[in-house]
Nanobody, 121 residues
Framework: QVQLVESGGGLVQPGGSLRLSCAAS????????MGWYRQAPGKQRELVAE?????NTNYAASVKGRFTISRDQNTVDLQMNTLKPEDTAVYYC?????????????????WGQGTQVTVSS
Protein backbone atom coordinates (compact mmCIF):
# COMPACT_ATOMS: atom_id res chain seq x y z
CA GLN A 1 0.00 0.00 0.00
CA VAL A 2 1.11 3.52 -0.80
CA GLN A 3 -0.05 6.61 1.02
CA LEU A 4 0.20 10.12 -0.38
CA VAL A 5 0.28 12.99 2.09
CA GLU A 6 -0.21 16.44 0.63
CA SER A 7 0.66 19.80 2.08
CA GLY A 8 0.48 23.38 0.91
CA GLY A 9 -2.26 25.06 -1.00
CA GLY A 10 -4.42 27.91 0.14
CA LEU A 11 -5.42 31.39 -0.92
CA VAL A 12 -3.06 33.64 -2.82
CA GLN A 13 -3.34 36.85 -4.80
CA PRO A 14 -2.81 36.92 -8.56
CA GLY A 15 0.89 37.06 -9.29
CA GLY A 16 1.73 35.33 -6.06
CA SER A 17 3.32 31.97 -5.38
CA LEU A 18 2.52 28.73 -3.62
CA ARG A 19 4.40 25.50 -3.10
CA LEU A 20 2.63 22.17 -2.95
CA SER A 21 4.29 19.09 -1.52
CA CYS A 22 3.37 15.43 -1.62
CA ALA A 23 5.10 12.63 0.24
CA ALA A 24 4.66 8.99 -0.73
CA SER A 25 5.13 6.30 1.87
CA UNK A 26 4.56 2.58 2.10
CA UNK A 27 6.06 -0.74 3.02
CA UNK A 28 7.21 -1.90 -0.39
CA UNK A 29 6.94 0.19 -3.53
CA UNK A 30 8.94 1.83 -6.26
CA UNK A 31 8.09 5.15 -7.86
CA UNK A 32 7.62 5.24 -11.61
CA UNK A 33 6.49 8.84 -11.77
CA MET A 34 4.81 11.47 -9.65
CA GLY A 35 2.73 14.41 -10.65
CA TRP A 36 0.09 16.96 -9.94
CA TYR A 37 -3.37 17.17 -11.46
CA ARG A 38 -6.07 19.74 -10.95
CA GLN A 39 -9.80 19.98 -11.36
CA ALA A 40 -11.75 23.20 -11.55
CA PRO A 41 -15.54 23.40 -11.19
CA GLY A 42 -17.25 22.19 -14.34
CA LYS A 43 -14.03 20.88 -15.83
CA GLN A 44 -12.32 17.54 -16.13
CA ARG A 45 -9.27 16.68 -14.11
CA GLU A 46 -6.17 17.64 -16.05
CA LEU A 47 -2.47 17.02 -15.78
CA VAL A 48 -0.53 19.99 -14.47
CA ALA A 49 2.96 18.54 -14.25
CA GLU A 50 4.68 15.21 -13.83
CA UNK A 51 8.18 13.96 -13.24
CA UNK A 52 9.53 10.50 -13.94
CA UNK A 53 11.98 8.51 -11.88
CA UNK A 54 14.62 9.57 -14.38
CA UNK A 55 13.90 13.24 -13.82
CA ASN A 56 12.07 13.95 -17.06
CA THR A 57 9.25 16.46 -16.72
CA ASN A 58 6.05 17.31 -18.55
CA TYR A 59 3.94 20.41 -18.07
CA ALA A 60 0.57 21.57 -19.23
CA ALA A 61 0.97 24.36 -21.75
CA SER A 62 -0.99 26.69 -19.50
CA VAL A 63 1.56 26.43 -16.68
CA LYS A 64 4.80 26.00 -18.56
CA GLY A 65 7.29 28.63 -17.49
CA ARG A 66 5.36 29.43 -14.32
CA PHE A 67 5.29 26.10 -12.47
CA THR A 68 8.22 23.87 -11.61
CA ILE A 69 7.95 20.28 -10.49
CA SER A 70 10.74 18.60 -8.58
CA ARG A 71 11.27 15.36 -6.73
CA ASP A 72 13.43 14.36 -3.80
CA GLN A 73 13.22 10.63 -3.17
CA ASN A 74 9.52 9.97 -2.51
CA THR A 75 8.48 13.59 -2.20
CA VAL A 76 7.31 15.70 -5.11
CA ASP A 77 6.96 19.47 -4.97
CA LEU A 78 5.18 21.87 -7.25
CA GLN A 79 6.42 25.44 -7.13
CA MET A 80 3.72 27.66 -8.56
CA ASN A 81 4.73 31.20 -9.49
CA THR A 82 2.90 34.04 -11.19
CA LEU A 83 -0.39 32.48 -10.25
CA LYS A 84 -3.50 33.42 -12.18
CA PRO A 85 -7.18 33.18 -11.26
CA GLU A 86 -7.45 30.47 -13.91
CA ASP A 87 -5.18 28.32 -11.75
CA THR A 88 -7.90 28.07 -9.12
CA ALA A 89 -8.74 24.40 -8.67
CA VAL A 90 -8.43 21.41 -6.42
CA TYR A 91 -4.95 20.01 -6.91
CA TYR A 92 -4.33 16.29 -6.59
CA CYS A 93 -1.05 14.51 -6.10
CA UNK A 94 -0.55 11.36 -8.13
CA UNK A 95 2.02 8.62 -8.02
CA UNK A 96 2.45 5.81 -10.50
CA UNK A 97 4.12 3.03 -8.56
CA UNK A 98 5.15 -0.57 -8.58
CA UNK A 99 3.65 -2.30 -5.54
CA UNK A 100 5.02 -5.61 -4.35
CA UNK A 101 2.60 -8.48 -3.80
CA UNK A 102 4.49 -11.54 -2.66
CA UNK A 103 7.18 -11.99 -5.27
CA UNK A 104 5.26 -10.07 -7.90
CA UNK A 105 5.00 -6.38 -8.63
CA UNK A 106 1.85 -4.63 -9.77
CA UNK A 107 1.62 -1.20 -11.33
CA UNK A 108 -0.86 1.12 -9.68
CA UNK A 109 -1.87 4.76 -9.54
CA UNK A 110 -2.27 6.36 -6.14
CA TRP A 111 -3.98 9.66 -5.47
CA GLY A 112 -3.94 12.21 -2.73
CA GLN A 113 -7.17 13.58 -1.36
CA GLY A 114 -6.73 16.97 -2.99
CA THR A 115 -5.94 20.44 -1.77
CA GLN A 116 -7.68 23.66 -2.71
CA VAL A 117 -5.72 26.39 -4.45
CA THR A 118 -7.55 29.68 -4.83
CA VAL A 119 -6.08 32.62 -6.70
CA SER A 120 -8.10 35.74 -6.07
CA SER A 121 -7.69 39.39 -5.22
Amino acid sequence: QVQLVESGGGLVQPGGSLRLSCAASGSSFSIISMGWYRQAPGKQRELVAEITSGGNTNYAASVKGRFTISRDQNTVDLQMNTLKPEDTAVYYCNAAVWEKRGISWTRADQWGQGTQVTVSS
